[in-house]
Nanobody, 127 residues
Framework: QVQLVESGGGLLQAGGSLRLSCAASGRSFSTYAMGWFRQAPGKEREFVAAITWSGVLLYADSVKGRFTISRDVAKNTVYLQMNSLKPEDTALYYC?????????????????????WGQGTQVTVSS
């Protein structure tokens, strides 16, 4: 069992930066992948970024070069550093844990592969 708690969301202007945190508890943090997803009003939830248990980083094309996912194993926390934010980044951001290992990296972009989810943290970017 894994419990996830996100924090760090907020309201800010376009061009600004924000760092989201996701604290994990329950199972050894270094043994599973962590992902960030987001859902804007009226839209489906979409993949943002992931870090596999071995440290491979994956990003959606829409955030590449602007967002950075990282983790602190000692703190059981994964981060999403978001720079150059745009109004279209406005969404409820979720972190998720995938306790299974996939040989196909693309599977880490699939929300249905994730086993545990946090409650979400809102990010609102004004123009």
């Amino acid at each position: 069992q894994v419990q996830l708690v996100e924090s760090g969301g907020g309201l800010l202007q376009a061009g600004g930066s924000l760092r989201l945190s996701c604290a994990a508890s329950g199972r050894s943090f270094s043994t599973y992948a962590m992902g960030w997803f987001r859902q804007a009003p009226g839209k489906e939830r979409e993949f943002v970024a992931a870090i596999t248990w071995s440290g491979v980083l994956l990003y959606a094309d829409s955030v590449k070069g602007r967002f950075t996912i990282s983790r602190d194993v000692a703190k059981n926390t994964v981060y999403l550093q978001m720079n150059s934010l745009k109004p279209e980044d406005t969404a409820l951001y979720y972190c998720a844990a995938d306790i299974h290992t996939h040989t196909r990296l693309a599977l880490y972009q699939n929300e249905y592969e994730y086993d545990y989810w946090g409650q979400g943290t809102q990010v609102t970017v004004s123009s």
